[in-house]
């Protein structure tokens, strides 16, 4: 069946340095739609970021993501790490003939000074 | 701005308890799930449904019921609450179609099972 695979459950970064969370997906599906989630403590999880485009970068508020069918995967990255990209980060994989959603486990980032 | 409005915020029983906890979305959205969330395993699907009367079953759904009652109204019940059940539960509706499947989801419920 299909499923996300994040490998870093907690991850702690110095503020300003590069971000890469790592995610990998399984589908038999070949047009999937990946997503990144973003959960920041006492907010409603929201949509940070998605793709169904393979090699094409999806950018949006300082961070971007490509989704590579060759290798499966879809990691988020971003240049500099900020205090206020603390949060919970899903990644997750679309399978429209189910009408579903497959999340990962999740990522904590922590980001200190 | 799609709106996912759940109900209670937090709530608190006892062991064998009886908990009903509500979303309503106005979006007009035909799919709703609820999803809880537990440190070390994320988002889970524990039911979800594509319309009024309808209900399908997700991934960890023992102990759990569900109803949609309406398009906007969707429910889950736990009818002898366990201490496992103790979680962050999440409302989300989404729609389907090009390009058009996009989760929002609720502010979530607080459950607490003593």
């Known amino acids: 069946g299909d499923s996300v695979t994040q490998t870093e459950g907690l991850v702690t970064l110095t503020e300003g340095l590069p971000v890469m969370l790592n995610c990998t997906y399984q589908?038999?599906?070949?047009?999937?739609?990946l997503f990144w989630y973003v959960h920041y403590l006492n907010e409603s999880p929201r949509l940070l970021l998605k793709?169904?485009?393979?090699?094409k970068r999806t950018e949006h508020q300082g961070f971007h993501a490509t989704l590579h069918k060759s290798s499966s995967s879809f990691h988020l990255q971003k240049s500099s790490a900020q205090l206020s990209d603390s949060a919970l980060y899903y990644c997750?994989?679309?399978?429209?003939?189910?009408?579903?959603?497959?999340f990962g486990k999740g990522t904590s980032l922590t980001v200190i000074p | 701005e799609a709106a996912v409005t759940q109900s209670p915020r937090n709530k608190v029983t006892v062991t064998g308890g009886n908990v009903t906890l509500s979303c309503r979305q106005t979006?007009?959205?035909?799919?709703m799930y609820w999803y809880r969330q537990d440190t070390g395993h994320g988002l889970r699907l524990i039911h979800y449904?594509?319309?009024?009367?309808n209900l399908q079953i997700g991934d960890v759904p023992d102990g759990y019921k569900a109803t949609r009652t309406t398009q906007e109204d969707f429910f889950l019940l736990l009818e002898l609450a366990s201490p496992s059940q103790t979680s962050l539960y999440f409302c989300?509706?989404?729609?389907w179609g090009e390009g058009q499947n996009t989760l929002y989801f609720g502010a979530g419920t607080r459950l607490s099972v003593l």
């Open positions: 979006n007009s959205h035909n799919y």
């Open positions: 793709s169904s485009t393979d090699n």
């Open positions: 997750a994989l679309s399978d429209p003939g189910y009408q579903n959603f497959y």
């Open positions: 589908t038999i599906y070949s047009n999937p739609f």
């Open positions: 449904s594509y319309g009024a009367g």
């Open positions: 989300a509706s989404s729609d």
